[in-house]
């Protein structure tokens, strides 16, 4: 069983920095693509960013500018740094790894952890 283990996360004010961690374990971590997604309640998670294990990355374009993902593939966690937040990024953030088992694709999770963005 792959888990995943989040961190960070918490209220914030609108205008404020957060930041979220994630750290998997070193079996999949070097060759799978990292993600982190969001979800509200009544909607579909959605993608936020995701790196890949050569550090290409991509973002909503709700985040990008404000949002950078990162990874470090020593300590096998991954990180995102969120600036400016928003009312509307309020949600729980998940992580997500992707890993290419060549005949197919398995996508592992982790809890989620609540953001909160209030005045």
């Known amino acids: 069983q792959v888990q995943l283990a989040e961190s960070g996360g918490g209220l914030v004010q609108p205008g404020g920095s957060l930041g979220l961690s994630c750290a998997g374990p070193?079996?999949?971590?070097?060759?799978?693509?990292m993600g982190w997604y969001r979800q509200t309640p009544g909607k579909q998670r959605e993608l936020v960013a995701r790196?890949?294990?050569?550090?290409?990355?991509n973002y909503a374009d709700s985040v990008k500018g404000r949002f950078t993902i990162s990874r470090d593939n020593v300590k096998n966690t991954v990180y995102l740094q969120m600036n400016s937040l928003k009312l509307e990024d309020t949600a729980v953030y998940y992580c997500?790894?992707?890993?290419?088992?060549?005949?197919?694709?398995?996508?592992?999770w982790g809890q989620g952890t609540q953001v909160t963005v209030s005045s």
């Open positions: 997500n790894a992707e890993v290419d088992l060549v005949a197919t694709i398995v996508n592992y």
């Open positions: 070193r079996s999949i971590f070097s060759t799978a693509t």
């Open positions: 790196i890949t294990s050569g550090g290409s990355t």
